[in-house]
């Protein structure tokens, strides 16, 4: 059977989802296939999991740093109520709910796996008693939003060793004793800072120092809160072997020699393309590869791509350029409407911030790492700026400058850092590290965006006593304009 429509998205993720919402709403004809659940991993086993899951635990350490509310504190995390409410956030895994928004916005649902058959096709193999395949014919896009799957990394065993993923852990039933994590990124902190408030004995194993991407003073905060929690941190360590033996321990080898043994070993050492089965090869392109695309988010080197007949897209983590829910929706809002436009043939605008460009994936990506404590950033790092070239001069104060962090919490630690560009006097980065500084992240991130010169953020003036006043300290920290001058 074959069906003709405007515009086929591969993958009813958030991202596919967003991109179907701005396509309908310009008055397109949209189909989007699924072959698992719309809603994508971050709805079921990766961002909504997993932040519930570390909510109560977060409420309770935060209800008892402060005196008057800590004495009120009288038993321990309730697990299994966490659990609970975990289920219901995921709405127990049934898409009923997400399916029917579609429905409801007129947007098409192919459910099967969908895989590309030349240019602007498409060919879904439908699930279950479905009549067979599918193909559909796009007459303005296709677009790839087909999300990334966990890379398990060829260490002797690993894999014979029914490791956890990141889906076992935020779908977890019974956490376990013991529980070892290989990976010191996001994934691996989070799930730390989890296991450890659930009272499971965790082992982090790094092979280098926590969160390496930011700041450094991030991955020291981490791992001290880390350890405060009781887990155990080792960096600088790689596992060389992993077994399961009869009786279902886990028993890793690490390359100093010595060994760690577990209930379960959770492997958090990153992502890969979803993108081995969705027929590149039938389009000029590599199986299996990150989709390479330009601002707006079109896939180069496809065929059919030439003279300027764009028909290919590819939007969130398949294309590599933010593994982040948001970054991935905001490339879907400029994508769905580019393609909107040129279907309509009114004018696009991809120019440096135009509404049709994911300028921001370069300039100004905001990521929350909900770990203990809390650790935000945007834009650059002091390291990755130098890098490119930057000439940058930087302030950086403990948050407790601030009263409003001392007021939230007894024995608050924290710190700030701005990233200031030098000859333009913007700010091109920040970090944050403290408890509840994720919503601290968005001021950054409006400031690098609109290139707020920094003379006038001393006019943007934070209410006494919230913890926004460390804006006011770091830059004084940076010194007044006129003693700059
Ligand atoms: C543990 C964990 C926690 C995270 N927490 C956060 C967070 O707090 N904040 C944040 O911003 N990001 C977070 N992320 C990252 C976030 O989950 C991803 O960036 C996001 O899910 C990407 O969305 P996507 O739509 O590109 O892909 P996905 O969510 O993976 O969706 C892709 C969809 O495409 C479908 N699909 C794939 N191939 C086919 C095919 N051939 N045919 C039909 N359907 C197909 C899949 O079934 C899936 O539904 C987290 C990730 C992990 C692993
Ligand atoms: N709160 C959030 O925003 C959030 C939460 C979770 C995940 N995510 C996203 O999901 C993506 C995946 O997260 P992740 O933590 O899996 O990846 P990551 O890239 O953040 O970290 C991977 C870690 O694994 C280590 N590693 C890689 N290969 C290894 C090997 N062979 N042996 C030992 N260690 C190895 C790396 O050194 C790094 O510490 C990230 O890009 C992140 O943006 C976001």
Same mark, same amino acid.
């Given at each position: ?44 086993? =990766? ?9 109560? =635990? ?8 402060? $005196? ?54 498409? %060919? ?10 599918? #193909? ?5 896009? %296709? ?31 019974? $956490? ?20 450890? !408030?659930? @009272? ?12 390496? @991407? ?10 001290? @809160? ?35 043994? =577990? ?9 890969? $393309?979803?993108?081995?089965?969705? !027929? ?44 982040? #829910? ?5 490339? @879907? ?34 990521? &929350? ?8 950033? %945007? ?22 400058? =601030?009263? !409003? ?20 006097? #913007? ?24 290139? &707020? ?7 943007? &003036?934070?209410?006494?006593? #919230? ?13 007044? $304009?006129?003693?700059?001058?």
């Amino acid at each position: 059977m074959q069906r003709e429509v405007d515009v086929v998205i591969l993958g009813a993720g958030p991202v596919g989802e967003n991109i179907a919402d701005r396509v309908r709403a310009a008055g397109l004809e949209v189909v989007v296939v699924e072959h698992e659940l719309v809603g994508g991993e971050c709805s079921y086993w =990766a961002c909504v999991p997993s932040k519930v899951l570390l909510r109560s =635990a977060a409420a309770l350490r935060a209800a008892k740093r402060v $005196p008057g509310a800590a004495e009120a504190v009288t038993g321990d995390l309730d697990v299994e109520a966490v659990l609970r409410r975990r289920d219901y956030w995921v709405s127990d895994w049934s898409d009923d709910g997400a399916a029917g928004w579609l429905a409801d916005a007129g947007i098409g649902l192919e459910r099967g796996h969908g895989r590309l058959d030349g240019v602007r096709r498409v %060919v879904v193999s439908r699930d279950g008693d479905g009549d067979g395949d599918v #193909t559909l014919v796009a007459r303005h896009a %296709v677009i790839v939003a087909t999300g990334s799957d966990p890379v398990i990394p060829p260490i002797p065993g690993l894999a014979e060793a029914s490791p956890w993923t990141s889906r076992e852990a935020t779908s977890v039933e019974r $956490p376990p004793a013991r529980l070892a994590i290989l990976g010191g990124g996001v994934v691996a902190c989070e799930m730390a800072t989890v296991f450890a !408030g659930f @009272g499971t004995e965790v082992v982090v194993l790094a092979r280098s120092g926590l969160l390496g @991407g930011m700041e450094p003073f991030v991955g020291d905060a981490v791992t001290a @809160g880390l350890r405060g929690l009781g887990a155990t941190v080792r960096t600088g360590v790689q596992a060389t072997l992993v077994e399961r033996t009869a009786d279902g321990e886990i028993v890793l080898t690490l390359d100093d020699g010595s060994t760690v043994v =577990a209930d379960e070993v959770l492997v958090a050492t990153g992502r890969k $393309p979803r993108t081995d089965a969705i !027929g590149l090869e039938r389009v000029g392109l590599e199986p299996g590869s990150w989709l390479r695309v330009d601002d707006g988010l079109q896939v180069q080197g496809a065929d059919g791509d030439d003279g300027g007949a764009a028909w290919l897209y590819a939007a969130g983590d398949v294309n590599h350029r933010a593994l982040l #829910t948001h970054q991935g929706k905001y490339q @879907g809002r400029a994508v769905g409407d580019l393609v909107a436009a040129r279907a309509a043939g009114r004018p696009v605008d991809l120019g440096e911030w135009g509404v049709h460009a994911a300028t921001a994936d370069h300039a100004a990506v905001p990521q &929350v790492v909900f770990a203990e404590p809390e650790a935000v950033a %945007v834009g650059l790092t002091e390291a990755a700026a130098t890098k490119a070239g930057h000439a940058v001069r930087t302030a950086e104060v403990a948050m407790t400058s =601030a009263s !409003g962090a001392g007021i939230l919490a007894d024995g608050y630690e924290g710190r700030a850092k701005l990233v200031i560009d030098d000859e333009r006097g #913007t700010v091109i980065g920040a970090t944050f590290t403290g408890q509840d500084v994720a919503e601290l992240l968005h001021a950054a991130t409006v400031a690098i965006v609109g290139e &707020v010169p920094v003379e006038r953020l001393w006019h943007a &003036v934070p209410s006494f006593p #919230t913890m926004s006043e460390v804006w006011l300290r770091l830059l004084e920290a940076d010194g007044r $304009p006129e003693a700059r001058a």
